[in-house]
């Protein structure tokens, strides 16, 4: 099964600052490549597929890039409602998998 | 609006079974895959299952292959899984979530999640 690296594991970041996510893939996985945000105590909410295309209701400052292997999830301006966990998710192979994450929180 | 209700989760006996259920609303329950995705205690998203939108064809993931079954019904717009022989591990935030395509093996992702259910495999 492909394998989703993200990193950093944690991202510290002070309002207003513009933050970089990343996810690697063991294999390519085309540009079908998705990012989920997950607040505490709720469910994941799809903000990008297709590695660049938003969501419905994704906010313009969350923008989703790269192809193949390397994709990068980035904020412009973090908002304090941003502080969440980020996942990439692939599903170009069988089975789907997930990464392991990446905690954005205040610096 | 999309809404997805997951019920059914509780404490269970490692051996024991359990069946979720999560009730959809908002969209055309037929057109569309369902997936249940888990998540362990302080871990991260596993794609657990899928089901097509006709509930013809059937997913699992080599975790739970013949221990859990999937099935759907499309008159009550309601989608279940039936776990049985629970382990320790299984222990997990369970939720359902919505697919944007009709086929489960399919490169369109999941848009909607319900809330989840947890289910405690514990002695």
């Known amino acids: 099964e492909i394998v989703l690296t993200q990193f950093p594991a944690t991202l510290s970041l002070s309002a207003g600052e513009r933050g970089t996510l990343s996810c690697r893939a063991s294999q390519s996985v085309s540009s079908y490549l998705a990012w989920y945000q997950q607040k505490p105590g709720q469910a994941p909410r799809l903000l990008i597929y297709d590695a660049s295309t938003r969501a419905t209701g994704t906010p313009a400052r969350f923008s989703g890039s790269g192809s193949g292997t390397d994709f990068t999830l980035t904020i412009s301006s973090l908002e304090p409602e941003d502080l969440a966990v980020y996942y990439c998710q692939q599903r170009n192979k069988w089975p789907p998998t997930f990464g392991g994450g990446t905690k954005v929180e205040l610096k | 609006e999309v809404q997805l209700v997951e019920s059914g989760g509780g404490l269970v006996q490692p051996g024991g079974s359990l069946r979720l259920s999560c009730a959809a609303s908002?969209?055309?329950?037929?057109?569309?895959?369902m997936n249940w995705v888990r998540q362990a205690p302080g871990k991260g998203l596993e794609w657990v299952s899928g089901?097509?939108?006709?509930?013809?064809?059937?997913y699992y993931s080599d975790s739970v292959k013949g221990r859990f079954t999937i099935s759907r019904d499309n008159s009550k717009n309601t989608l279940y899984v039936q776990m049985s022989s629970l382990r320790v591990e299984d222990t997990a935030v369970y939720y359902c979530?919505?697919?944007?395509?009709?086929?489960?093996?399919?490169?369109?992702?999941?848009?909607?999640w319900g809330q989840g259910t947890l289910v405690t495999v514990s002695s």
């Open positions: 089901i097509s939108g006709s509930g013809v064809s059937t």
């Open positions: 979530a919505k697919q944007m395509s009709v086929d489960v093996i399919s490169t369109r992702p999941s848009d909607y």
């Open positions: 908002g969209f055309p329950f037929s057109h569309y895959a």
